[in-house]
């Protein structure tokens, strides 16, 4: 009787694109934008969730390009359309596509997120390059802003002091929760080794 690996065989049956289309969609529902999904619950934004998902198990710069491009395109859709502010889209905002192809970068040095032997390793790893992907991020934007014309970067640690905490842990929430469910679901875990388009 042959033994059949059911694991290997869901894993072989990952489809990018629409592993893709799945991260863009919760994208667009998590964005902070007015959208049908803030009247009902409000999610942090899985754009860096679905940076390290990329560069971990799908690793194609087209996968990359994609989501960066897209976080940018919802950004856009939301000033023209919903009337949200701009005041976050000045010059530094070209160093965000930056520092997100970083996390996507940084993914591809995690073997998994299924919790195991390499969990302290990939928690540290994964808790780093946030803090860093924002503090270069909103470094960037300080830069552009009043504050930082009036007083330079004297302020900066107190900006720094009183956002990171609250931005940086809703992003750790999100891969809390996505190493949950793929170790809680390993036979629809992507494998990079077989992932195929």
Known sequence: MRLIDYNSTMKKQINIPFAVLI???????????DNWLSS???LPDFTIPALFIAGIYFRHFWVAF????SAIAIDNYAIMYQGISANCITPAYSVLPLTYYGIFW?????STLIIGDNIIKNVFVITTAVSMQWLVAT???????????????????????????AEISVTL?????????????????????????
């Open 23 to 33: 991260m863009v969609l919760l994208m667009i529902a998590t964005r902070g934008h």
């Open 40 to 42: 009902f619950v409000h």
């Open 66 to 69: 994609t989501l960066i491009f």
């Open 106 to 110: 940084v993914g591809k040095h995690i």
């Open 139 to 165: 470094g960037a934007y300080y830069f552009f802003t009043e504050t930082y014309a009036k007083t330079g970067w004297s302020d900066f640690p107190t900006y720094v002091a009183h956002w990171s905490i």
């Open 173 to 197: 929430y999100w891969m809390t929760v996505v190493m949950i469910i793929f170790t809680l679901t390993p036979r629809t875990t992507p494998n990079p080794s077989v992932a195929k388009l």
